[in-house]
T-cell receptor, first 113, second 113 residues
């Protein structure tokens, strides 16, 4: 089954404690991205990757890091989480090029206290 | 810059009522337009898309027509069901971008039996 998986689905942590949210896709997609979803703001892109070892900032990259060492994986790293990073996070992937469908993971709800 | 504006929700309807969710966009040229749906506790799924002016996207009884003259892509359904209760996102992919989707803020639909 074609899918994007994220782990963990739910995470409660404290300010300053480094965490990683994993993302993996099994569709051999070149393009992957991370979004955060906040009430009234829709989805905002954090980082994206066009292929292995190629990443770039989205609209709200501050406080986040990513890496793309393998085509299937695109982890999101919060080196020192703060309460304003409490949000619902989605990983997504798609084929590069035309208006192809973007596939989303199930989401990770992060709470930073 | 490019942007998408959706009507604010929530939209509350009775089963079998007619649904319209308004979406307008700002972009240069001819972007591709999408509607995504997010069911409770899940990630976003592509509902329908249109890639050029006057195209009509349709799926699961939902329709939307790409209107260049009014820069709109309104979502409609003739008879909603309780199972249609979800959050609906309008999105665009700019002509000059192979990768980035720009989302509206989302409209929550609640259908009562």
């Amino acid at each position: 089954e074609a899918q994007v998986t994220q782990n963990p689905r739910y995470l409660i942590t404290v300010t300053g404690k480094k965490l990683t949210v994993t993302c993996s896709q099994n569709m051999n997609h070149e393009y992957m991205s991370w979004y955060r979803q906040d009430p009234g703001l829709g989805l905002r892109q954090i980082y994206y990757s066009m292929n292995v070892e190629v990443t770039d900032k989205g609209d709200v990259p501050e406080g986040y890091k990513v890496s793309r060492k393998e085509k299937r994986n695109f982890p999101l790293i919060l080196e020192s989480p703060s309460p304003n990073q409490t949000s619902l996070y989605f990983c997504a992937s798609r084929r590069s090029g035309g208006p192809y469908e973007q596939y989303f993971g199930p989401g990770t709800r992060l709470t930073v206290t | 810059g490019d942007s998408v504006t959706q009507m604010e929700g929530p939209v509350t309807l009775s089963e079998e009522a007619f649904l319209t969710i308004n979406c307008t966009y700002t972009a240069t040229g001819y972007p591709s337009l999408f509607w995504y749906v997010q069911y409770p506790g899940e990630g976003l799924q592509l509902l329908l898309k249109a890639t050029k002016a006057d195209d009509k996207g349709s799926n699961k009884g939902f329709e939307a027509t790409y209107r260049k003259e009014t820069t709109s892509f309104h979502l409609e359904k003739g008879s909603v069901q309780v199972s249609d209760s979800a959050v609906y996102f309008c999105a665009l992919k700019a002509m000059d971008s192979s990768y980035k989707l720009i989302f509206g803020s989302g409209t929550r639909l609640l259908v009562r039996p």
